[in-house]
């Protein structure tokens, strides 16, 4: 009974056509060996599955009480075959800050596509999480905002550009339609520890690289204003924080994709090739 996993399909699709001659078309098979098949099923579990006659084909009680457990062993071994496929695949792990959601997506896609084909196990990580999981060999790769760690191989750079200011509800520049840097002195600039922000006025306050979430809540305690990309600001929504167009020059944020130059696989340059090809075809 454990190695009948082809009898078992030919009785679950006999079961659903109620025809022997279709289920064995269904199948590419003969009738005579479809109906073997079942008579090897039936003698192996020691019960009739099927009551046939000349003009129809109906399901024993005992038959109707086993196709559900049928069906489940059928998309079990599904599953299990598509399981040891994946695993089959050669498959790097790749840690990005969130914000860059969209392009870790489409290169999984990419790799997802090519011949053969690489698995991408992805890890949303801040950029301190990312480092050590770098450092680690946790991760094949890396996408940190720049500069990166001087340990690290770097290429296919992109900016994101900084083009909004998150200010706390109740504020005075809130209902502005826009600010420029010149308005920013006197302020507390939430400032990423490795990335100040170039060329802007105000009192820096340090705080974690691409953790925006935890910035936002800074900003909402009133504990400073936060430069932040118009792509963060079209998916956050919060009630205690309000966005406001930020003029300040060509503000932006550099990220890269990053890895150690001791695991260079072919993976890894399938996905070096992958990033680069997403970012020229977006």
């Not at 994946?86 to 011949?115: E, F, K």
């Not at 550009?161 to 520049?173: I, K, N, S, Y």
Request: net charge positive; proline share 6%; charged share 20%.
């Amino acid at each position: 009974m454990l190695l009948m996993l082809r009898e078992i399909h030919c009785f679950t699709r006999v079961a659903e056509r109620l025809s022997f001659s279709a289920a064995a078309a269904d199948l590419g098979m003969s009738q005579p060996a479809m109906s073997q098949a079942i008579t090897r099923l039936e003698r192996a579990a020691g019960i009739r599955l099927f009551e046939r006659t000349a003009r129809e084909v109906r399901l024993t009680g005992e038959g109707k009480a086993l196709l559900a457990y049928a069906e489940q062993v059928i998309e079990s071994a599904r599953s299990f075959t598509a399981e040891a496929a994946r695993l089959a695949r050669p498959t790097i792990h790749l840690a990005y800050p969130p914000i860059v959601g969209a392009l870790a997506a489409r290169i999984v896609r990419r790799l997802a596509g090519r011949t053969p084909a690489v698995g991408v196990e992805l890890r949303a990580a801040g950029r301190g999480a990312a480092v050590r999981a770098l450092a680690d060999g946790e991760v094949s790769a890396a996408i940190l905002a720049t500069p990166a760690p001087a340990q690290f191989v770097t290429a296919a750079r992109f900016h994101v550009t900084v083009d909004h200011l998150a200010v706390p509800v109740g504020h005075r520049l809130e209902s502005r339609p826009r600010v420029t840097a010149d308005e920013l002195g006197g302020q507390v600039l939430l400032t990423p520890a490795n990335r100040p922000w170039p060329g802007l006025p105000g009192r820096p306050r340090l705080v974690a690289d691409d953790d925006f979430a935890a910035a936002l809540d800074l900003v909402a305690a009133g504990a400073g204003l936060l430069p932040i990309p118009q792509l963060l600001v079209r998916s956050i929504r919060r009630d205690d924080v309000r966005f406001v167009p930020l003029e300040a020059g060509d503000l932006r944020i550099t990220y890269a994709l990053a890895w150690s130059r001791e695991r260079v696989t072919p993976e890894l340059m399938a996905l070096v090739q992958a990033v680069q090809d997403a970012l020229w075809t977006r």
